[in-house]
Nanobody
């Protein structure tokens, strides 16, 4: 079992930045691939970015490439999503997820989810 707790969401103006955090606990997370997803009102949950604990290989959805950066810090079992140049269409609940295994350069569907954190971008 893996527990995930997100934080860092909030209200920001278009063009601004936010950094989301996801603290992982439970099983040995180093054998997992971590991911961020988001879900806007009335839309399906969509992949944003993923990263392998081993090697830190990152992969992004085209919609966020060049604006968002996913990273991880072993020392505190935390995955971050740095979001720059935010747009109104980035408004959504952002979820952290963990998938058992190491998956390079691809979107992964998590086995475990956090509770989500709201990001609202005002135009």
């Amino acid at each position: 079992q893996v527990q995930l707790v997100e934080s860092g969401g909030g209200l920001v103006q278009a063009g601004g930045s936010l950094r989301l955090s996801c603290v992982a606990s439970g099983r040995t997370v180093s054998s997992y691939t971590m991911a961020w997803f988001r879900q806007a009102p009335g839309k399906e949950r969509e992949f944003v970015a993923s990263i392998t604990w081993r090697g830190g290989n990152a992969y992004y959805a085209d919609s966020v490439k060049g604006r968002f950066t996913i990273s991880r810090v072993y020392a505190n079992n935390t995955v971050y999503l740095q979001m720059n140049s935010l747009k109104s269409e980035d408004t959504a609940i952002y979820y952290c997820g963990a998938r058992s295994g190491t998956y390079y350069s691809r979107a992964v569907y998590p086995d475990y989810w956090g509770q989500g954190t709201q990001v609202t971008v005002s135009s």
